[in-house]
């Protein structure tokens, strides 16, 4: 503990960005720390530097034969995990990846467990990702971007975490690429709109000093 569930507004939006440089952070302090990304799609066992476990596994220095303890349900299509599983013949089993992350919560590290996409997310034929989140009952990191439109983004899924009786630690506006609106001015305007949640930037390009404060903001 402490236990941290990682979701966004949306798919490509920097939650594994977040997640590793955090764990980077933490490592820099010399606090144990774990990072999963249970459920990924669009794994490509052929080239899997560019997936999301890896990027977790580099930032938490572990070898590639660590995957299945990161990354146990992979699935090939770019879709999203019901579709993907479904091209396999697979389908996922709730209760087992929500058992996968109690346990890792039971540990006395750091958790950081990345979602999938954003919020709402279908997982099985009755589950999305909010219901994963529902279960798990962990503080949220929700992240955000900066480009034009993701105030309402943002809220809108503020809305529905809220009213499922979750907790936002933190929203981290992660700086889009080409961004026409300033970060900070976002920011302010999301937190005038979300009173009593904390509100971070996280600018492009993120220095480890950005990491390291935004660890300070969280923990
Ligand atoms: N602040 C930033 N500065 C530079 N690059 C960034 C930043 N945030 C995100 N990126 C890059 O944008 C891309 C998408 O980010 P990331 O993979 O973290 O999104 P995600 O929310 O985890 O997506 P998914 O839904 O696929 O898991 C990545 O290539 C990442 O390195
Ligand atoms: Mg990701």
Redesign the pocket.
């Known amino acids: 503990m402490p236990a941290f569930f990682v979701t966004?507004t949306?798919?490509?939006?920097?939650?594994?960005?977040?997640?590793?440089g955090l764990v980077r952070a933490c490592r820099r302090k010399n606090r144990a720390v774990t990072a999963l990304?249970p459920v990924?799609s669009?794994f490509d066992p052929l080239s899997p530097e560019s997936s999301?476990p890896y990027?977790l596994m580099e930032a938490l220095d572990l070898p590639v034969t660590a995957l299945d303890r990161i990354s146990p349900w992979r699935f090939a299509a770019p879709l999203s995990p019901d579709m993907a599983a479904a091209r396999e013949n697979r389908s996922l089993d709730m209760t087992d990846v929500e058992g996968f992350c109690r346990e890792a919560i039971a540990t006395r590290e750091t958790v950081f467990i990345?979602g999938?996409?954003?919020v709402m997310v279908p997982l099985t034929e009755s589950d999305t990702v909010l219901d994963w989140m529902a279960s798990l009952r962990l503080p949220l990191l929700l992240?955000t971007g900066s480009y034009l439109g993701t105030i309402s983004h943002t809220l809108t899924a503020l809305d529905v975490v809220v009213r499922r009786d979750l907790q936002v630690a933190c929203i981290i506006v992660?700086?889009s690429?080409d961004s026409t609106v300033p970060l900070q001015e976002t920011a302010e305007s999301i937190a005038r709109f979300s009173a009593g949640i904390t509100v971070a930037t996280?600018?492009?390009?993120?220095k480890d000093a950005d990491f390291d404060s935004l660890l300070g903001v969280i923990l």
């Open positions: 966004a949306g798919t490509d939006i920097g939650k594994t960005y977040v997640t590793a990304k990924v669009g999301d990027a990345e999938v996409g954003g992240v992660n700086e690429d996280l600018p492009r390009r993120a």
